[in-house]
């Protein structure tokens, strides 16, 4: 046996299962959460009310019992309270109420939050115990009344106050009252009571004890008024009161609406049959909600239903679809205590059981007797907080868990024939789920409701060729579509057979649909059309296109066997196999719709296969498609089917020469086979746009795109002079080209010999043939003449060759002229030019003669610019600029700047004046003189061109400095190791 706490907690983790479940909305489409076989297993045995007695051995004989927001209050025989908050369980706490033993504890009553405690005594003194105080208080304002129930304000109530609360007393009298904390109240007044004051009278006539009290404050956009309900119950009666409080009213603000019913008595209800005692109980989806349902135990039974929390008026409806629904025996003298109202049940406290009935069905489902030795069930309680259920007798305590309370809801919905709430209790259970569908669809099927029953079939797990067969047999193709349909859908990715069956059938029925149709109404009626564009719509859905991509070939022939040419054709289009619809097209001799659907698909290879034929019977529309593609198409790969067609067409040939030009101007393409047919279809039949076209890409061989030599023998063939012309110019055949252009226009001849302009003697060369021409040819000595004006290299004595005999001077005398006076001229800048350059002679011999009389004084400390040391310790090279370098240090400073070849020379030569100078023999000075006057000549002239190598000019001050000024001035080989040494 658990102990109190272990218990508790054990059961708060699953308290979560007293709320009401909301209730989503179940699509009628909506498949089932498991395939395959069902295991339809039992229910597990253990019980939805599962009760656990608590190990408490109370100190005296439990009377009352309340269970609120964690805190559990035992009334006990003798005036003490048992007070325990069950989140601390190892303090629970003993308090006296009353030193009178002569007095006897009538009820106890706790607010939902646990706040306060306010103890009836039989005498009529009440008690009010705080949470946090441990010393009862008595409250005088309601001495005197012995209270029978209190509506507690589950919306106002706070850590500070009760909010306004309701009392109900034996006499039917009702107060209302708002409750202080004692840390409140011992600060602003003495009395834990803020007001205590009667607002009606219910047993005006004859007294009579209110059994039950609740209100709630209903939901309105009135800013100003408030609305409230009010549920009074007697033993044999059940009131209901709505009203209207302004916001501004002052306590007690109920007043308001208990005014309106001063000598009247409020709409109730009456049930025969009074025992004495009645219990009313409110369901609530959550604490602070709304009330859902009620239920009220009186003397036939206990009357059950909603609550209608929309109401408008104050005349409205509050208590809606109620039932009275009888007590679960036969035993009419054993009258149940107590109740307590969970999702879908009812328990009902007897003396010796707990009987539980279901609010569904209003059938007894479960019965919990109790062992005689433990004494006779009291009452039972609920926390409003946290939904638990404790049931007492005088000496033990019991609580229930509720385990799984909606398991067999779905079953008695589904009893009701309330399908979709059975779909909501069953989401879960995929058997229970397959049962529900089940009989939903056998249901719909008996009502001839084919269709929508198919539709719940297909959700099942029943045999296919069971359903399919029953379709069949009523002769519904409409419903077989659907259930085929939509199980397909359910199927899954690997069951491709199945599929390929079931879209294979799905199409085999529409087909038949649509030829009896047609045959019946033609294709013209509205049916026939609806008919179609549901198969259209059909192919396209994605769950049957991944299925015919895969069996493409298996439903051309099936559309093919019904004749449907038109369906054959948008099958094909969807499935992108636009090489079947275009040769279609071509079969039919449609060739513009074949154009249609080549320029509507992304496949260029269809291009050019169909192009050959396309090209023969529309021409024009074939190269506006090809234009259209722009640079995606390869112009090349047309070319055969422009030659194979183009010589029987003309039409075909201008259309070529169209899509040929636009691949040259607009795409700017250079490949030479189609700037080659290009050429050859002007040569043949556009001869006077070739010239443009030939200008266009100028005489600059290397940027010609077509074969020269291929137009050129073109142009022969053709007798096209000009371009003849153009190209032996492009070529560079010049001589060529001038015979030929002077065989059409002397001013194409003359603008061709101007082309190699590099080369006079060629330009000269071909001038003299156009002057001879136009002398012997055309006989025109005045345009010879000009020739001697547009060429500046021919002169009047190179073409007087070609004049005849007969030529008088007259013709040619101011060219002669001319060619005198610039002879003339040129002879004057002759001598201009010796009288400068004997000017400049004179003068480069005095500066030799200056320079050889110029000298310098080395004086003994001059040191040497590069190395600092004496300059007098080795050879050296002293410059005008007064700088001086041994001659050691100017060779190693110029080294690296030297040339790789200059470099050798350098080593040459210095190997080559120390081998002379050993050889020189040192004997005396006599012989040293002979010898060295014989080798003087052979040293100098080995020095001095050492000497022109690297002593040409001053390190400092000459050319080398200048080109070295962009290098760094430490090696970048070395500037690791400087750094190092700076730091």
């Not at 529409?510 to 019946?520: C, F, I, P, V």
């Not at 007259?810 to 004057?828: P, V």
């Not at 600092?868 to 080795?874: D, P, V």
């Amino acid at each position: 046996m658990a102990s109190l706490f272990d218990q508790y907690e054990q059961a708060s983790a699953r308290s979560s299962s007293f709320s009401r479940p909301q209730r989503p909305q179940v699509s009628t489409n909506q498949e089932p959460k498991s395939t395959g076989f069902i295991n339809d297993t039992m229910e597990d045995d253990i019980p939805i009310f599962n009760k656990q007695k608590i190990e408490f051995s109370p100190p005296a004989a439990i009377t009352h019992m309340q269970v609120c927001n964690n805190y559990l209050i035992l009334a006990m025989k003798n005036n003490k309270i048992f007070r325990l908050d069950l989140r601390t369980p190892d303090n629970p706490e003993d308090i006296e109420v009353t030193v009178n033993h002569t007095d006897v504890i009538h009820n106890i009553f706790l607010d939902p939050l646990g706040k306060h405690l306010l103890v009836s005594m039989k005498s009529g003194e009440v008690i009010h115990l705080s949470r946090n105080s441990k010393k009862p208080r008595l409250l005088s304002r309601m001495k005197g009344h012995l209270i029978e129930s209190i509506a507690w304000n589950r919306a106002a109530a706070s850590e500070s106050s009760s909010g306004e609360i309701l009392i109900g007393t034996n006499k039917g009298l009702i107060f209302e009252c708002e409750l202080l904390s004692v840390e409140e109240s011992k600060f602003f007044q003495a009395n834990v009571e803020q007001y205590f004051k009667q607002v009606y009278d219910l047993g005006q006539d004859t007294p009579t004890p209110i059994t039950g009290l609740v209100f709630e404050r209903l939901q309105t956009t009135d800013q100003i008024l408030r609305r409230f309900f009010i549920v009074i119950t007697t033993p044999a009666r059940i009131y209901t009161i709505i009203g209207d409080i302004p916001v501004s009213s002052e306590p007690p603000v109920f007043s308001v609406i208990f005014a309106g019913y001063e000598g009247t008595i409020p709409r109730f209800t009456e049930l025969p049959g009074d025992f004495g005692y009645s219990q009313l109980c409110l369901l609530y989806s959550r604490y602070k909600g709304a009330p859902q349902s009620f239920a009220w135990m009186a003397g036939p039974g206990v009357y059950y239903g909603n609550v209608n929390n929309n109401v408008k008026t104050c005349q409205d409806i509050l208590l809606m679809d109620p039932k009275l629904v009888p007590y679960p025996h036969d035993d009419f003298e054993i009258k149940p205590r107590s109740i307590v109202m969970t999702n879908f049940h009812m328990l009902l406290v007897y003396p010796n059981s707990v009987k539980v009935v279901c609010t569904l069905n209003e059938q007894l489902v479960f019965e919990d007797n109790f062992p005689l030795r433990n004494g006779d069930l009291l009452g039972m309680v609920q926390d409003p907080v946290r939904g638990l259920i404790w049931t007492f007798t005088d000496h033990c305590v019991y609580k229930y868990k509720v385990i799984r309370e909606d398991r067999d809801v779905w079953k008695i919905y589904l009893d009701k024939g309330q399908y979709e709430l059975a779909k909501e209790y069953c989401q879960d259970n995929p058997a229970s789920m397959n049962e529900v569908l089940t009989k939903e669809a056998e249901h719909l099927f008996q009502n001839k409701k084919y269709e929508e029953s198919a539709l719940f079939y297909a959700m099942t797990k029943n045999s296919f060729e069971d359903v399919a067969l029953k379709f069949i047999h009523v002769e519904q193709d409409d419903a077989l579509k659907i259930f085929l349909k939509n199980t397909l859908g359910g199927l899954k990715k690997e069951d491709k057979a199945q599929k390929t069956m079931l879209v294979i059938w799905l199409l085999e029925i529409l087909l038949n649909q649509l030829s009896s149709y047609k045959q019946k109404f033609g294709d013209d009626g509205d049916k026939y059309k609806l008919l179609h564009e549901s198969f259209h719509t059909l192919i396209q859905e994605p769950q049957i296109m991944d299925n015919l991509t895969e069996n493409k070939n298996a439903i051309y022939d099936l559309i093919g066997s019904h004749g449907n040419i038109d369906d054959l054709i948008f099958f094909a289009c969807m499935m992108q196999d636009y090489d079947r619809v275009i040769s279609h097209h071509i079969q039919q001799k449609n060739y513009d719709k074949a154009l249609e659907t080549l320029e509507n698909q992304f496949d260029l290879k269809l291009y050019y296969k169909f192009s050959s034929t396309l090209i023969q019977h529309s021409p024009q529309q074939t190269v506006t498609a090809w234009m259209n593609q722009g640079s995606k198409l390869d112009p090349k790969r047309f070319i055969s089917a422009l030659v194979q067609h183009g010589n029987k067409n003309k039409q075909l040939c201008n259309e070529a020469v169209r899509y040929l030009e636009f691949c040259v101007k607009t795409l700017k393409t250079r490949d030479q086979a189609i700037h080659n047919y290009l050429f050859s279809l002007y040569v043949m039949y556009k001869p006077d746009e070739l010239m443009n076209y030939l200008r266009y890409y100028g005489q600059v061989a290397d940027l010609v795109c077509y074969d020269l030599k291929y137009g050129l023998r073109l142009c022969l063939e053709r007798g096209l002079k000009e371009a003849s012309v153009h190209i032996y110019s492009t070529l560079g055949l010049y001589e060529e080209a001038v015979d030929l252009a002077l065989q059409v226009d002397v001013e194409i001849a003359k603008a061709n010999a101007d082309n190699p302009d590099d080369d006079d003697d060629l330009r000269k060369k071909l001038w003299l043939r156009i002057a001879r021409h136009v002398i012997e040819e055309e006989k025109d000595v005045k345009r010879a003449m000009e020739s001697l004006h547009q060429c500046e290299l021919l002169k009047i004595e190179d073409i007087l060759p070609f004049f005849p005999d007969f030529v008088t001077i007259d013709h040619f005398k101011e060219a002669i002229c001319d060619s005198l006076a610039e002879y003339n001229q040129h002879i004057e800048g002759l001598k201009e030019k010796m009288c400068e350059a004997t000017d400049s002679a004179k003068q480069i011999r005095a500066d030799i003669t200056s320079v050889r009389s110029k000298y310098n004084v080395v004086k003994a400390v001059m040191k040497c610019s590069e190395c600092s040391l004496s300059l007098m310790e080795k050879p050296f090279y002293l410059f005008p600029c007064q700088h001086a370098f041994h001659s050691d240090c100017l060779v190693d400073h110029v080294w690296p700047h030297l040339k790789p070849k200059t470099r050798v020379r350098v080593r040459e030569l210095q190997s080559k004046l120390e081998h002379e100078l050993l050889q020189t023999p040192i004997t005396n000075a006599d012989t040293v003189s002979l010898t060295s006057n014989i080798s003087l000549p052979q040293r100098d002239t080995t020095k001095d061109e050492l000497d022109q190598i690297v002593a040409s000019e001053c390190l400092y001050c000459g050319q080398l400095m200048i080109r070295s000024i962009n290098k760094p001035f430490i090696n970048m080989d070395k500037f690791t190791e400087v750094m190092e040494s700076w730091r």
